[in-house]
């Protein structure tokens, strides 16, 4: 893969070393893509079903285009949907992101003796799962001992833990339970990601009896347990079809920053899983389907012209749209190149025309609530600057030598062609069409294919590609090792770059003993990767619900859907 001569400037920190990083035997994308969701049955709607209640409950019915893979947070893609009702963290994220107290009402990162940090934490007491297992702490060591398994999709979120089990003297294997309600984590190094990890949906404390019972291949599949401590509850899953939530009766543990602490004012959540788009606009616009989450935005002004019915709700989101280069084929495997057509990008255009202004401009390749965006300097950022996108083509091997519009390899002659592949929905389809009149205009030939998602990542994966338009969804800088590092080449990189100075970044916050360490080493990773180019940002994506007016509390937190839901404060005026 090339790399380009233009490197961060002084203020730039460089990688002491390379020390070992620790690995995962999984090869899998943790790559947590916007979910589209809310669908409905028109069926069901002419057979009296999405009802669904007895007289006098309150009922709220959401749809989704697609059915949940399974109830296991790490493994779906649909934590908008159940999950997030069903299941809870230790940790939470209010709605202003800050980390609050939640199955745990106290935790502490110690790092008093350097060789020996700890990570120490306080559950609440009085808290059943579902099957009535008491939550304490001989539960959640085994929810992290299942988690931890080699074959575990979320196992990297234990390395520093787990690495005790080779050190003697400690009372337990990298968990010891103080007493029922007080644990600590004894770890290898005081890994200051624990406390996200434990704030989000893959460090789901499920019930430990079913993952134990059922094991990691089945456990949260259609017909096996689905348990978890949240305020609502599994009652049936018809595949393809529905899936029934019940509330928790017995719920009083709420986050201390949900207004309601006891039991949902909702009796029971259905959720309605259909493809067909028009027939969940339809469902929405008759009143049987309460909310639309992620709303298309071709859909957001006939929403907004009716206020008296309708409430629109945007929120930042916690990723990007881009065009993704495969970086281990010619001629992309050019930096100069692949830079080049970030700035040959008119996102004010893409955002007006087809986001209706709801987003931002993508300047680089995290979402602006993180603070390893917003730190990284201006001259690194990617804007609309034609003379410099030619420039960089130049620079590149390609420029207009002869007297038509299009751009020619400096050596072969070749005119140079981006065969650009997209997903099938609509704002996909229509951001490529712009960005096809955009590069045209700066001399590229564009020739644009679409795939369904689940095809497009697979070819990518294969490294078939030349460049895809994409896009991804995670609240955390560590995300871009998922994206960029060597070790997932193939995998979640499926742009195939592969870069040792970024890997050496990788691995310095990767064992970061402070917040501030983390976030200088991310941020320069991010910039390294911002001076190669393996993707074009485009635009920084928003989330976008619709509701009835009738819905009351429904909220966006601004971390997304790996949050849990602050389901008890919703309800229903109808």
Not at 35 to 54: E, N, P, R, S, Y
Not at 500 to 511: G, L, Q
């Amino acid at each position: 893969m090339g790399i380009s001569t233009e490197e961060p400037k002084s203020e730039i920190v460089k990688p002491a070393g390379t020390p070992v990083r620790p690995r995962s035997k999984m090869m899998i994308a943790i790559v947590v893509v916007l979910v589209l969701v809310i669908a409905a049955v028109a069926g069901a709607w002419a057979a009296g079903l999405l009802g669904g209640g007895d007289k006098g409950e309150k009922v709220l019915v959401i749809a989704m285009s697609s059915d949940v893979e399974k109830m296991d947070p790490a493994k779906t893609s649909a934590m908008y949907g159940p999950p997030g009702m069903i299941y809870e963290t230790l940790i939470t994220r209010d709605l202003t992101g800050a980390f609050r107290p939640g199955l745990a009402e106290w935790w502490n990162l110690n790092t008093t003796d350097p060789d020996h940090p700890t990570f120490e934490i306080r559950l609440q007491q009085g808290v059943k799962f579902h099957d009535n297992t008491p939550f304490n702490s001989n539960a959640v060591k085994r929810i992290i001992n299942y988690s931890s398994q080699d074959d575990s999709w979320v196992q990297y979120e234990f390395w520093a833990i787990y690495g005790c089990q080779n050190k003697t003297g400690w009372p337990d294997a990298g968990m010891w339970a103080k007493d029922a309600y007080n644990l600590v984590f004894n770890l290898t190094w005081a890994d200051v990601a624990l406390q996200f990890n434990l704030s989000h949906l893959y460090g789901s404390m499920m019930g430990p009896d079913a993952l134990e019972s059922d094991g990691l291949d089945n456990y949260g599949t259609v017909n096996h347990k689905v348990v978890g401590t949240g305020p609502f509850m599994l009652q049936e899953w018809v595949a393809g079809d529905h899936i029934t939530l019940v509330k928790n009766k017995n719920y009083s543990w709420g986050a201390p920053w949900f207004e309601n602490k006891g039991a949902a004012k909702i009796d029971k959540v259905i959720y309605r899983i259909i493809t067909d788009p028009t027939a969940r606009f339809a469902g929405f616009e008759s009143g049987d389907i309460d909310i639309l989450q992620q709303v298309p935005p071709n859909k957001v002004p006939t929403y907004r012209d009716n206020p008296d019915k309708y409430t629109v709700i945007t929120g930042r989101g916690q990723g990007t749209y881009h065009v993704e280069f495969n970086c281990n084929k010619t001629p992309f495997t050019n930096p100069d190149l692949r830079r080049a057509f970030g700035y040959a990008i008119n996102r004010t255009q893409i955002l007006d025309v087809v986001w209706y202004g709801i987003g931002e401009e993508g300047v680089n390749y995290l979402s602006p609530i993180e603070p390893e965006s917003t730190k990284v300097p201006a001259q690194y950022n990617y804007s609309y600057n034609v003379p410099k996108a030619i420039q960089l083509f130049e620079a590149g091997n390609y420029k207009n030598n002869d007297s038509d519009v299009w751009l020619e390899n400096l050596t072969t002659n070749v005119e140079l062609t981006l065969h650009l592949w997209t997903t099938t929905k609509g704002e996909d389809i229509a951001m490529s069409q712009i960005l096809k009149t955009q590069f045209e205009a700066v001399g590229v030939h564009v020739e644009l294919t679409t795939y369904t998602e689940t095809v497009l990542r697979d070819k990518a994966a294969s490294s078939e590609q030349e460049a895809i338009l994409f896009w991804y969804s995670w609240p955390r800088a560590e995300i871009l090792d998922w994206h960029f590092g060597t070790w997932a080449a193939g995998g979640s990189n499926t742009g195939w770059y592969m870069d040792s100075v970024f890997d050496d970044y990788v691995t310095n916050w990767t064992y970061a003993t402070t917040e501030k360490e983390f976030s200088d080493n991310a941020t320069a990773g991010h910039i390294r990767l911002l001076t190669q180019g393996p993707w074009a940002p485009i635009l920084f994506w928003y989330q976008i619900f619709a509701i009835h007016n009738y819905v009351k509390g429904w909220t966006v937190n601004p971390l997304g859907q790996e949050q849990v839901i602050n389901i008890v404060d919703v309800d229903i005026h109808k």
